[in-house]
């Protein structure tokens, strides 16, 4: 701020207060603002005018004068530079690093982690619990929050990057949805750019929704593009890709926990033992590293894999040898309900 400014409101300071001296101003100015709490915070709105900002914070614990405080902010000249956004002040803030905190925009943040494999719907009851997240997304059907979010039409599992994602508190829930479907529109184009040449995979819908599968398949990182060839082997060949958590996924919230053998026998359009190919859509939200197994799987002749319960999974490429894997490692358990 210029010495003119400070002159001025020196001027106006001492006006306002008792001793009226100009040296009270400059100590005001460095002077630490009691606050009613250990921490004070204030939402800024958008288009919000520098006299509201200032009755916000004395309003909200900042134990000074607004008529003062919004003095400040206009002869400092730097009024109009006030951001909107979510702020949070702690002891030992001035009048001065208080109004560079909101012309800088620099605000607190809370965050939110959406982990790979979750669906949509276990994505929704994150946000729901999210710290200071307005939840503008409760009571709209999948099909609603889509066309909110300017996907109208596009089934929402699979089409949010699991990642952690900051926001400003009081921000919209829809606001955070909106940037987890541009991320991972923008992740599943460049995956689909670099593809192999040779994949069964004609759209990058369909790889979005391999992708899915070697997601919830995968329990060791190191076996990715393992479990992404065997899929890819199968769809090449003509094979149902029979893999359980498309059946689970396909029986929604009726299913238990436990997978009956009656499970794999009821046709539905995610029951990959009755029907062939691809499920119609994602069956859970595949990160950055499923997304680039299913287009660039490892080379290898494997149509089968089975838990070895460690995590790791034992690969075969005839139905004998899968068989032995499957005594050896899961007993008593049918041979050939895994992939």
Not at 63 to 75: A, D, S
Not at 86 to 115: C, H, N, W
Not at 291 to 316: I, K, T
Request: net charge positive; hydrophobic share 45%; with cysteine.
């Amino acid at each position: 701020m210029t010495l003119r400014r400070v002159l001025v409101l020196c001027l106006l300071v001492a006006a306002a207060l008792p001793a009226g001296t100009a040296l009270a101003a400059w100590w005001w100015l460095q002077r630490p603002l009691p606050l009613a709490a250990a921490t004070v915070e204030l939402s800024v709105e958008p288009g919000t005018p520098p006299r509201e900002v200032a009755q916000a914070w004395v309003s909200a614990g900042v134990k000074t004068e607004p008529w003062l405080l919004y003095q400040w902010f206009r002869v400092s000249g730097e009024a109009r530079r006030i951001r909107a956004g979510s702020y949070e002040l702690e002891p030992g803030v001035t009048p001065r690093t208080l109004l560079a905190k909101m012309v800088q925009g620099d605000e607190a943040f809370e965050r939110v982690r959406l982990i790979e494999g979750w669906t949509f719907r276990q994505f929704r009851a994150a946000l729901a619990a999210a710290p200071q997240l307005k939840p503008a997304s409760v009571g709209l059907s999948e099909a609603e929050l889509m066309a909110a979010i300017g996907l109208p039409g596009v089934p929402a599992e699979g089409r949010f990057h699991p990642d952690t994602y900051l926001y400003s508190r009081g921000v919209s829930d829809l606001t955070v949805l909106r940037r987890a479907a541009e991320l991972q529109a923008r992740r599943l184009a460049e995956v689909w750019a670099e593809r192999a040449a040779d994949l069964p995979l004609q759209t990058p819908e369909q790889a979005l929704v391999l992708a899915s599968i070697v997601e919830k398949e995968t329990g060791r990182a190191a076996d990715r593009g393992k479990v992404a060839a065997v899929f890819v082997n199968r769809l090449r060949r003509g094979m149902p890709l029979q893999t359980d958590p498309t059946v689970i996924y396909g029986l929604g919230e009726a299913f238990d926990g436990n997978l009956r053998k009656r499970d794999l026998q009821t046709d539905t359009p995610y029951n990959t033992y009755t029907r062939p190919g691809l499920p119609p859509t994602p069956i859970a939200m595949p990160g950055l590293a499923s997304l680039r197994a299913a287009v660039q799987p490892e080379r290898s002749d494997d149509l089968y894999f089975v838990a070895r319960g460690d995590g790791s999974s034992v690969f075969s490429e005839d139905l004998a040898t899968h068989n032995r894997a499957v005594n050896q490692f899961q007993r008593g358990r049918a041979a050939g309900q895994k992939p």
